[in-house]
């Protein structure tokens, strides 16, 4: 959440004409699209294991060589020795930790692209959204099922899994880390905002995870969401007391 920085105002400019409130829609359809679609057609699994095995490390890319905090073009390079670790160790600790920083990186890309065409307030909107669906498909137990094919979904060749996220015990979806790096995308003209969101975030995440004592699985989008609502109580509390 930390990680994305504003685009730079040539590029904000280029993508100024694709800006419009239909964006906000592409974080609810992220969960619940997929969902259904694999709980649908058990196919589009496999699928996206291959979209995310050439789209992921192109993305991660991106974000090290133009828009993550700190960017190099230079950076960018490494997204290949990630690859590879993801690849050749991906039973160790190391690999899985190198697949989920090159899932987390290409979310970065995303969500600053997507802040960069959709209005903050209804992207905003979007986010609290895909949270209150991802409660929704957990609650119903809809999510299970399908997620579990997801993750056990394997390219060929014994190429890494990067659809999806494992590091040892714990899996996580695409779209928890996704959700986090759109808030900080949000929040990237406004640093001190968004490390704040960010630390509200962790701190957040940290207690409701205790829920795993009693659950298997939470929507981890959920401590994403409350941090924004949390953080926009701040600010309007701030601007009240200006005036």
């Known amino acids: 959440m930390a990680a994305p920085r504003a685009l730079d105002p040539a590029w904000a400019a280029r993508l100024r004409r694709l800006r419009g409130r239909g964006w906000a829609l592409i974080p609810v359809a992220s969960i619940v699209g997929v969902i259904f679609a694999i709980r649908y057609a058990s196919s589009t699994a496999s699928w996206l294991t291959y979209l995310a095995l050439v789209a992921v490390p192109l993305l ?11 960017a190099r073009p230079w950076l960018s390079l490494l997204a290949l020795p990630l690859f590879m670790l993801a690849w050749f160790a991906q039973p160790t600790l190391w690999g899985q930790g190198a697949a989920a920083v090159l899932s987390a990186l290409s979310c970065v890309s ?122 926009e109580m701040g600010l309007t509390r701030v601007r009240r007391d200006r005036r």
Do not use: H
């Open 60 to 70: 991660a890319a991106a974000a090290l060589g133009w828009l993550l905090r700190g």
């Open 110 to 231: 995303l969500g600053v692209l997507l802040a960069a065409v959709t209005p903050a307030r209804w992207l905003k909107l979007g986010i609290v959204a895909m949270s209150c669906a991802d409660v929704w498909l957990i609650v119903t137990d809809q999510l299970q099922a399908p997620n579990n094919l997801l993750v056990a979904a394997k390219p060929g060749g014994g190429l890494p899994q990067l659809q999806s996220e494992q590091f040892g015990s714990v899996t996580m979806g695409y779209g928890d880390l996704f959700v986090a790096a759109l808030l900080g995308a949000v929040f990237a003209p406004r640093p001190r905002v968004q490390r704040f969101a960010a630390l509200l975030t962790l701190t957040v995440a940290g207690l409701f995870d205790l829920l795993f004592l009693v659950l298997n699985d939470l929507p981890a989008t959920v401590p994403v969401a409350v941090a924004l609502l949390l953080t």
